[in-house]
């Protein structure tokens, strides 16, 4: 009822506004004309009557004025008004605008594309039904032998007893990661194929577009020879053409139907490195040895809880479950224990720092570019003192004075949020081409509605920041003050250049807390750079060699594949030398292998020492130049038939031999028990996974002659990495390379053909990308804090120009007068200073896990930074002084 | 006619309340009303009846319609809603207690604390 009323009454103001001010005048009209009338009675002549009743009713349009505002007729009026008279003032001084406007789209702009990059990454559900529910399952190891390893892979007996004694979950869905090639139609195909249990589309809740998913008792041995198709893969190779399902397609030599079409949206699973998406799925079938194998942890596990029941709850089961299982079978399982992690956890959990960092940056930024603005804004509310002044004398209120001064600012931030995008749009662009390989999700940043609307909103918002101050100024001009004092220059203004430097100083503690962070990151990539990998990546090009497809299916004809290979590729002209391994520096897809020594009592395999275990050739040690520390490198004579022979790292003979000899000692691989094998030869530590690795890892490398189980049968082996020293420039050596591996198959897929400089630099690439985001960000802090200490400096050399003049009059000499302004401007600086190393001694903490060697409260950092600022400080306030210097005394003077 | 006293804060919309539940009047009728009922000890300013009235018809206190004065001049009537009523007995409620409260505290005598 009362909100009918209101509604009514703002709905006859705004809209019949001729009606309203035709209704107001009438009833004014009436109340003088009613008043004149019963002063004439008392006896005054019409005319007296008529200027009395007008003399006492008082201010008729300020009245009036506050009728329309008592019925909100004004709201939308005047907010019409005060825009236009806004763009008006904006258009009238193009050079204040047009700063205001790129200061503010560069602060909203950054905030922009950060966050529609959180937004794509950590906020945007992932594109599953109901994707809380889904959960990644993970074994954590015992710690004792994988200090700080946090999850670990599956293994196929254990997955087994989880999916079937847990009641949390509505499915579980193991999946393992092979590469197969597709031949039929002209050139082979390398494709990315996924082999999971058959519970995973429907744990998914995900409906193919064409033919069915898998059918139970498809993951039966025998019977896995089908295959579900990406939309990606069906459009580019079968041209999207649906009679595909049903028919036979050509994988390893081997026919597969294709018993179904993906919805291109589906994914899975969800990969950093877009690259990297599945291309096909099909059953995964274990073979009844392979369902027995509890020690050796090979799959992903995926799976939907059901409705109710809580991530606790089912954490509690899995504990339970792996008490069991760790009581029941000791030997492989004691200390293993379960996790489930909510699926977008796992995924993001790695960016999540960086990208938190970026956002507080951003937000850093704009809080700058608002204390910019606001010191903008005073300035000029300083000079339109008098305008306000007179608007408040023909009756403005305090209100609407208010109302108008912020929708200046209002408007200033809608034009910067504006040019804003456009700048963040190009941000994007950059972040995509940068981050893609590194940031899950990255094809999904976009520009989209909730991305739009945070802009808009953070524009209010900054409008409204920068713009409160200034009009409150404004709006409290003091009528008889301003109007007597014109414009400006006089001793009253202090209050303002109090609050300007306030703002100043703190725009340079915001910058120096973002420069510090930045100098973080630089120095930890610069120290990352100066780390030795272990090999020399300079002149190395390296290129993954698949098993030719289904031919060689038994160790001998895999290993004489390779040694054709690798004679081939050495005898070529370009070639200084050549070997192959498994798994490459840097790229932590290798395995992680218990073994047992010889002489040492034996124990269950939940207690045998762990190290990463790598197959190599004769002369890989030479081609990445990982040095021979003590020893023999391996050599052809270590072959099939002969004692077994290792080589071992640095950190692994500290780990196992740490007082004595490891030359001559025996061990034997876990999984590998039919050959004990002798170490040969001690090299240097490489490192294994990134760069950025803070332990060496123990490494065992063993000859690929003496490998005892056929390649391309487990998951994660995808034939080998040649890795070749070339004579001229690595790159131009590679069709020279491809050509002699074709010529020993022509069906061989060739895979990420790189340099290992640019497997090193890709390395660094997250790193790399935070510190030059940062870095960008906080120089543009800098920047802005320079245009801040420099407008000030500027306003109060303009302030103090007679006081100036007075000093120079008296003798003061230009060094003094230098002094005078650049001290101040240091002043400021320093106390921002202070803080700002107050503030980033406390922040900084929250970059430690960003940083690498570098402590985050870094001294030469600090000093280095705050250094840095000073020069900037000075220079920026060394302008203004210098305009002081040139004072002349007679004008400065006379002015006043 | 006594000394007139300046208007409280807040106090004029409960006086142009009371004196329009007494019956439909004008701006100008509602301001010699008071005067009327106050033996002319308050003073309004005219200038600020019709921002008041504006405000109570727009929160819905008040309602307006066009109407013929004595003199046969068109003028704006205002009559009390039902809300406006309400509002009108739990203000006076509250004045009174006010008063009380007040007039409490301003005649406790020394001896009495």
Known sequence: MRLWHRFRSWWQATVQRSRLENEMDTELRFHLAAHAEELMRNGLPREEALRRARLEFGGMETAKEECREASRANLLETLIQDLRYGMRMMLRTPGFTATAVIVLALGIGANTAIFSVVNAVLLRPLPFDQPER???????????????????????????????????????????????????????????????TVGLFSILHAQPLLGRGFLDGEDEPGHEHEVVLSYGLWRSYFAGNPEIVGKNIQLNGQAFAVVGVMRPEFDFPIFSDASSRAQMWKPLAWSDQERAIRGDHNYGVIGRLKDGVTLQQAQAELNAI???????????????????????????????????????????????????????????????????????????????????????????ALAGGALGLIFAHYGVLLIVKFLAQRLPRSGEIALDGRVLAFTLGISLLTGFLAGLLPALRMAKADLNQALKQGLGRTAADSGGGRTRNVLVVSEVALSLMLLIGAGLLIRSLWVLHAVNPGFDPHGVVTLNV??????????????????????RVRSLPGVRSAGLT??????????????????????????????????????????????????????????????????????MAKFLWPNEDPIGKRLTLYFFPELTRVVVGVVADVKISAMNEVQPQPTLYYPLAQMSAARGENWRSFGMNLAVR????????????????????????????????????????????????????????????????YSVMSYSVSRRTNEIGIR?????????????????????????????????????????SQLYGVQPTDPVTFVTVAGLLMVVVLAA??????????VDPIMALRYE | ????????????????????????????????????????????????????????????WIASEWGESENKRKAKYYRLTVAGKRRLQAETEKWNRMADVIAGILHTRPEEI
């Open chain 1, 134 to 196: 889904l959960m990644q399952l993970w074994h954590t190891p015992p710690q004792k032998s994988f200090p700080g390893v946090p999850t670990f892979a599956v293994s196929p007996a254990n997955f087994l007893d989880w999916r079937d004694q847990n009641r949390s979950f509505e499915g579980m869905s193991a999946y393992g990661f092979g590469r197969y090639t597709l031949t039929g139609s002209g050139h082979p195909e390398a494709i990315r194929m996924v082999a999971a």
């Open chain 1, 322 to 412: 792996s008490n069991r299982l760790a009581q029941d079978y000791p030997d492989d399982n004691k200390g293993w224990g379960a996790i489930a992690v909510p699926l977008r956890e796992n995924l993001v959990s790695d960016v999540r720092p960086a990208l938190l960092i970026l956002l507080g940056a951003v937000a850093l930024v704009l809080l700058i570019a608002c204390a910019n603005v606001t010191n903008l804004m005073l300035s000029k509310a300083l000079s339109r003192r008098k305008e306000m002044a007179v608007r408040a004398a023909l009756g403005a209120n305090r209100r609407r004075l208010l109302q108008q001064a912020l929708a200046e600012t209002l408007l200033l």
């Open chain 1, 546 to 567: 698949a098993i030719p497809t289904g031919k060689f299916t038994v160790p001998a004809q895999q290993i004489g594949y390779y040694g054709r290979v690798l004679d």
């Open chain 1, 582 to 651: 498994d798994s490459l520096p840097l790229s932590d897809d290798g395995s992680h292998q218990p073994l047992s020594v010889e002489g040492r009592p034996a124990a269950a395999m939940a207690d045998l020492p762990e190290v990463e275990v790598r197959l190599i050739s004769p002369g890989y040690m030479s081609a990445m130049h990982i040095p021979l520390l003590r020893g023999r490198d391996i050599n052809d004579s270590d072959a099939g038939g002969r004692a077994g022979a290792v080589l071992i790292s640095e950190s």
């Open chain 1, 726 to 789: 070339t004579k001229a420039a690595p790159l131009s050596v590679v069709p020279e390379i491809t050509n002699a591996i074709r010529e020993t198959d022509a069906e061989v897929p060739l895979l990420n053909i790189q340099t290992m400089d640019d497997s090193v630099s890709a390395s660094l690439s997250p790193e790399r990308f935070t510190m030059l985001l940062l870095g960008a960000f906080a120089g543009l802090a800098l920047l802005l804090a320079a245009v801040g200490i």
């Open chain 1, 808 to 848: 120079v009059a008296l003798g003061a000499s230009r060094g003094n007068v230098l002094l005078l302004v650049v001290r101040q401007g240091l002043m400021l600086a320093l106390i921002g200073s202070a803080i700002g190393i107050a503030g980033a001694l406390m922040l900084s903490r929250v970059m430690r």
């Open chain 1, 877 to 886: 306030s060394y302008i203004p002084a210098r305009r002081a210097i040139r």
């Open chain 2, 1 to 60: 006619m006594g000394k007139q006293m300046d208007l409280l804060q807040g106090t004029l919309d409960l006086l142009i309340l009371k004196a329009v539940s007494l019956g439909p009047l004008h701006g100008y009728g509602i301001l010699l009303r008071i005067g009327q009922i106050s033996k002319d000890k308050l003073e309004i300013q005219q200038g600020s009846l019709y921002p008041a009235l504006y405000r109570l018809e727009h929160q819905g």
